[in-house]
């Protein structure tokens, strides 16, 4: 059984990074994309970048380029979310979440999901 676990949430300063780790198993992982989506209360969930099963990173948020990047480690099944410059826009419940398909913005075809973990950012 698919197994995915968010963690490295925290309360951090704008300006400052944070490294969000997403741990899978029970999935094909070398061929699995995982998503990165947030959440703040009373919004919807919102799709922020995916890395596909080719290593390349989608981004669905502009905002986002230029400080927040990708990376997969096959030994640890692990994707990071490393977080930099962060801003209180940022502030968020982050979910990760995988399939064994190509990156897709929409949070219905997913079928594994994490709890989710907190980041916020102070001004």
């Known amino acids: 059984q698919a197994q995915v676990t968010e963690s490295g949430g925290g309360l951090v300063q704008a300006g400052g990074s944070l490294r969000l780790s997403c741990r899978t198993s029970g999935l094909k992982f070398r061929t699995t994309a995982v998503a990165w989506f947030r959440q703040i209360p009373g919004a919807e969930r919102e799709g922020v970048l995916c890395?596909?099963?080719?290593?390349?990173?989608?981004f669905w948020i502009d905002s986002v380029k230029g400080r927040f990047t990708l990376s997969r480690d096959l030994a640890a099944n692990t994707v990071y979310l490393q977080m930099n410059n962060v801003e209180p826009d940022d502030t968020a419940m982050y979910f990760c979440?995988?399939?064994?398909?190509?990156?897709?913005?929409?949070?219905?075809?997913?079928?594994?999901w994490g709890p989710g973990t907190q980041v916020t950012v102070s001004s």
């Open positions: 979440a995988a399939r064994d398909a190509n990156c897709a913005r929409n949070a219905m075809v997913y079928p594994d």
């Open positions: 890395i596909d099963w080719t290593d390349d990173t989608v």
